[in-house]
């Protein structure tokens, strides 16, 4: 099993920054993907980003490609999530996956791939 945990969310200006964190624990050798999933009220579940967790590979939602950037520290079994120049769509409760299996990274927006899910962090944008 795989435990995540997600901190860095809060309260942030429209334009402003913010860093994500997913630590994961437990089993964490077994992780082949990372992804980040967000979800605002009344809305669906959103995927966001998502890494190898070799770091090879990486993939971004279209809505925040150019302005995000994900990274992971092995050593500390993190994954990061910058987010820049923040909209106020961007406010949702942030979660945090992991999966083992190994699948195509065209497949990493699917939330039915990944296994593992944190608690969630939110986010929240004021104008």
């Known amino acids: 099993q795989v435990q995540l945990v997600e901190s860095g969310g809060g309260l942030v200006q429209a334009g402003g920054s913010l860093r994500l964190s997913c630590e994961a624990s437990?089993?964490?050798?077994?992780?082949?993907?990372m992804g980040w999933f967000r979800q605002a009220p009344g809305k669906e579940r959103e995927f966001v980003a998502a890494?190898?967790?070799?770091?090879?590979?990486?993939y971004f939602a279209d809505s925040v490609k150019g302005r995000s950037t994900i990274s992971r520290d092995n050593a500390k079994n993190t994954v990061y999530l910058q987010m820049n120049s923040l909209k106020a769509e961007d406010a949702a409760v942030y979660y945090c996956a992991a999966d083992s299996r190994i699948w195509g990274m065209a497949s990493a927006a699917s939330a039915n791939k990944y296994n593992y899910w944190g608690q969630g962090t939110q986010v929240t944008v004021s104008s």
């Open positions: 437990g089993r964490t050798f077994t992780i082949y993907t």
């Open positions: 890494i190898r967790w070799s770091g090879i590979s990486t």
